[in-house]
């Protein structure tokens, strides 16, 4: 029982380290706002396996990450997985995120079986309720905000389903998205509209920082989806997108209305309910659910 203690503490540490610092991240984008949004995409992954690369031989685990690997290439449903989870404005971006939470909450449920008390489930209830108002005010139904929310929300259960270790799920993500990337880069540069240039060296420290940025949020969430249920995972995400809305109102001047208050104001409330939900709640873990099924 005392060996369980230190895991569910540093998952849950882990979810929120990352998403504060992904709420945090649109500042670090600001600064690239004009490069265009695929040479960033492309930029990112390479630079994070570099990363990961590095990360893994400095911790002397480049060899465990190799067997790890080999293993989960001999298998095809963990290859699957591997394979599936893989230039608006921060207010705009931001719904996506809200959304997001709700998903995630609702695949730990449907899914993976876990249970809501009924303070957590007041909680969904109220949160879901200002997702609806602002989804309303933007007009029409957000595609892109729903497809943000649903694949991300996939992203987060295929990692718990998975069980692999964070550093080596993502390196093998990056891995197989690097050689692509690579080539459009050096397509791009062929073409004489390449974005890494000695000639702009702040722009190109950026971009060689992105592998950061990118990676270091993303391990920690791949920790916080193999130690945390899902439906806890998903609440505290909205960490993210609070700050990510603050961000966008407070440093970049963005129109905060009526209707973003009352969504900032149901959603904080569900945030409210929830944490004083019992701390034995009902939730339940993938080693639960294993547990249970070999009595």
């Known amino acids: 029982m005392p060996n369980n203690t230190p895991k569910i503490d540093t998952g849950f540490a882990s979810a929120v380290g990352c998403y504060i610092l992904w ?3 649109p500042i670090y984008w600001k600064f690239l706002d004009h490069i265009p949004a695929l ?38 449903k963990k290859v699957a997985g591997v394979l599936a989870v893989n230039d ?7 719904l996506g995120y809200y959304i997001n939470p709700l ?3 609702l695949l730990g449920i449907v899914v ?17 309720l200002g997702v609806l108002n602002q989804a309303v005010n933007v007009g029409g139904l957000p595609w892109v905000s729903l497809s943000l929310a649903v694949s991300f929300g996939l992203y987060g259960l295929c990692k718990k ?4 270790g964070a550093i080596t799920g993502l ?18 540069q062929n073409l004489g509209r390449g974005v890494l240039s000695p000639d702009q060296p702040v722009t190109a420290l950026l971009l060689l920082g992105t592998g950061i940025t ?46 973003h208050l009352l969504s900032f104001a149901c959603i904080w409330a569900a945030l409210a309910v929830f944490s004083l939900a019992p701390s034995k709640a009902p939730a339940r873990c993938e080693l639960t659910a294993a547990r249970e099924t070999a009595k």
Request: aromatic share 10%.
């Open 39 to 76: 040479d960033i995409l492309a930029h990112r992954i390479v630079w994070s396996f570099a990363f990961l690369v590095v990360l893994l031989a400095f911790t002397g685990k480049l060899a465990a990450a190799r067997r790890e690997a080999a293993a989960i290439f001999a298998d095809r």
């Open 214 to 259: 990118t990676a270091i949020p993303l391990l920690l969430f791949a920790n916080a989806a193999n130690r945390i249920p899902l439906t806890v995972l998903g609440f505290i995400q909205y960490l993210s997108p609070t700050l990510a809305l603050l961000v966008g109102v407070f440093i970049y001047h963005e129109p905060f209305s009526a209707s």
């Open 23 to 25: 709420g945090f991240l």
């Open 88 to 94: 608006s404005r921060i207010l705009e971006t931001s």
């Open 103 to 105: 998903v995630s909450v």
């Open 161 to 164: 389903m998975l069980g692999i």
């Open 171 to 188: 390196t093998l993500e990056t891995l197989l998205l690097t050689p692509v990337s690579l080539a459009y880069l050096a397509w791009m």
């Open 112 to 128: 993976l079986k876990e249970r809501l008390t009924v303070r957590q489930t007041v909680a969904v209830a109220l949160a879901a």
